[in-house]
């Protein structure tokens, strides 16, 4: 099983025995940059270094890779209008390619660049996010729920 993220096509395709799910989703507007600090997307070969929020239900606010308890609605996203929601299910990646995307200045981890759920009012097919790949809280579920912590994640132009 492997995921492979398009930064040209928007997408996340889910490799599992030949075959292939595709989502869509949203990149950083910042474009592609490893650096800390960039608010790019970083490239290259990743993993799942943790899977955040089993069992919560939908539109379930993350802060810090913790749950809020509260649920994602227009009424807290007009008191909270600050906020980048990460949502639903985190997960959190960690680089493999040291130098690119691991130790340093270029860390995906100590970045905290993560596959979540957006709310469903954000847009997907194009680059919006602060350096994630932000995904629908119904897609973010399926995702999480078919692999594992260890999975493969590339990234791509």
Known sequence: MKILISIHKQTLDLIDQGQVQTYLVSTASAGVNSLKGSGGTPLGRHQI????????????????????????SDDLATQYPERDWILTRILWL???EKGKN???????????????????????????????????????VALFDQVTVGTEVEIVL
């Open 49 to 72: 270094r943790a899977k955040i929020g089993e069992g919560m239900p939908l539109n379930s606010v993350f802060i810090g890779r913790r749950s809020t308890g509260e649920i994602y």
């Open 94 to 96: 960690s680089g493999l």
């Open 102 to 140: 691991r130790l340093g200045e270029v860390d995906t981890m100590q970045r905290y660049i993560y596959i979540h759920g957006t709310p469903d009012s954000e847009p997907m097919g194009v680059p919006a996010s602060h350096g994630c790949i932000r995904m629908r809280n119904i897609d973010i």
